[in-house]
């Protein structure tokens, strides 16, 4: 079975500034995908960046990119340029490739990140 | 495109009473599934689907059961609801063959008194 353990409960940023979220899993698994998922106060959960295990290339989107670090099974997430927008809990989730259980999302306790003005 | 539809979003239970919660998608998905989410816990699977007919339990399957007579709806069944099914509640779907990204519905905050 795969774990993923956020180990930063909470976190807090200053508007404009880059913050830096903390992820690593447990598998043995090697093919899979690693998510960050936003969950604003509106309780609509949102895909934010998504990285193939099988890709070097850390995955980036706008402000959002990741640090993907396969052999320690770390999976950061860096928000550039905050915005308190960006307040929210974040999900780190992990789904494993090629199985017949569906391919189901494993995820972290989250991280509840406030930006602040 | 209405994607993922939860309903209800809220709902108070007595302990021992049993509903349903409702979960539609318009999206033709193969994949769809059911979490929990509890502070500190982020989601854990309860149930999910690969297509009509066909249900496997997840994490935390006990309390609940499942059925999927259609591609569209997945509803969850809590049998008797107890204190600690008190939690959201989350469908999700997925199209296994287009991409990863999984729809999830707005939830429903379910507390059981």
């Known amino acids: 079975a795969q774990t993923v353990t956020q180990s930063q409960p909470e976190m807090s940023v200053q508007e404009a500034e880059t913050v830096t979220l903390s992820c690593t899993y447990d598998?043995?698994?090697?093919?899979?995908?690693l998510f960050w998922y936003k969950q604003p106060p509106s309780r609509q959960m949102i895909l934010v960046i998504r990285?193939?295990?099988?890709?070097?290339q850390n995955a980036t989107e706008n402000r959002f990119s990741v640090n993907f670090q396969k052999a320690a099974k770390s999976f950061s997430l860096k928000i550039s340029d905050s915005q308190l927008g960006d307040t929210a809990m974040y999900f780190c989730?992990?789904?494993?490739?090629?199985?017949?259980?569906?391919?189901?999302?494993?995820f972290g306790g989250g991280t509840r990140l406030m930006v602040k003005p | 495109n209405a994607g993922v539809t939860q309903t209800p979003k809220f709902q108070v239970l007595k302990t021992g009473q049993s509903m349903t919660l409702q979960c539609a998608q318009d999206?033709?998905?193969?994949?769809m599934s059911w979490y929990r989410q509890d502070p500190g816990m982020g989601l854990r699977l309860i149930h999910y689907?690969?297509?009509?007919?066909?249900?496997d339990q997840g994490e935390v399957p006990n309390g609940y059961n499942v059925s999927r007579s259609t591609t569209e709806d997945f509803p969850l069944r809590l049998l008797s609801a107890a204190p600690s099914q008190t939690s959201v509640y989350f469908c999700?779907?997925?199209?296994?063959?287009?991409?990863?990204?999984?729809?999830f519905g707005q939830g429903t905050r379910l507390t059981v008194v």
């Open positions: 999700a779907s997925r199209n296994p063959t287009v991409n990863t990204e999984a729809f």
């Open positions: 598998t043995s698994e090697s093919n899979y995908y």
């Open positions: 990285q193939e295990a099988y890709k070097q």
């Open positions: 989730a992990f789904m494993k490739l090629f199985n017949n259980a569906g391919n189901m999302l494993t």
């Open positions: 999206m033709n998905h193969e994949y």
């Open positions: 689907s690969v297509g009509a007919g066909i249900t």
